[in-house]
């Protein structure tokens, strides 16, 4: 099984959609873990931190489930420009370790 | 302006041909990584510094070497490069071993033929 895992996707929305990841990750002593989005096989870059109690940024919501151990991520009212690959990552220890990402295209 | 940035941007080369990629930041972080990226596999952490002259082998750090001579600088040496280093590479730095955000570098396309 793989460290972190995601659905590969595509999802493909379109606008004004709800859309929701999910990211599986297998350590179960993983402390932190964020979201990030890539564009276009450009670098990737911080979306959101992900807490404990879950948190909210505008339109963005993540979610930890500690117990069946996967993270969430919630976009409400899709926008065209929301169209990217979303990477989980946790950090087990000091390093971090993305999953393979999802791939998002939200249609006009 | 805060930045990581790596060059070669884009390089072709041929199996066996030495090449080093440079990666800098100039936000004093402490904390430097290499990865490459490839399609349904992820980010891959190749090596990684949490100071000068301090280095370490991430998880496929075969075929590839690091020096950190300098906080600024982290540069990823392919002695032999061969084609499955064909790849997309990622240098990344963040403040301390444990800071949230990590910056990456805009990336370096190799194809080695």
């Known amino acids: 099984r793989k460290e972190v895992e995601q659905d590969p996707g595509p999802f493909n929305v379109p606008e004004g959609a709800t859309v929701a990841f999910n990211c599986t990750y297998s350590?179960?002593?993983?402390?932190?873990f964020f979201w990030y989005r890539q564009d276009c096989r450009k670098e990737p870059k911080l979306l959101m931190s992900?807490?404990?109690s879950g948190n909210e940024d505008g339109r963005f919501t993540a979610q930890l489930n500690r117990a069946s151990q996967y993270i969430s991520l919630l976009i409400r009212d899709s926008k065209l420009s929301d169209s990217a690959t979303y990477l989980c990552?946790?950090?087990?220890?000091?390093?971090?370790?993305f999953g393979p990402g999802t791939r998002l295209s939200v249609l006009p | 302006e805060a930045q990581v940035t790596q060059n070669p941007r884009y390089l072709i080369t041929v199996t066996g041909k030495k090449l080093t990629v440079t990666c800098s930041q100039n936000m004093n972080h402490e904390y430097m990584s290499w990865y490459r990226q490839d399609p349904g596999l992820g980010l891959r952490q190749i090596y990684y510094?949490?100071?000068?002259?301090?280095?370490d082998k991430g998880d496929v750090p075969e075929g590839y070497k690091v020096s950190r001579k300098e906080k600024r600088n982290f540069p990823l040496i392919l002695e032999s490069p061969s084609p499955n280093q064909t790849s997309l590479y990622f240098c990344a730095s963040r403040i301390g071993r444990y800071e949230n955000e990590q910056f990456f570098g805009p990336g370096t396309r190799l194809t080695v033929l």
């Open positions: 990552a946790v950090v087990p220890g000091q390093n971090f370790v």
């Open positions: 510094s949490m100071n000068v002259e301090v280095t």
């Open positions: 350590n179960s002593a993983s402390q932190s």
């Open positions: 992900v807490y404990s």
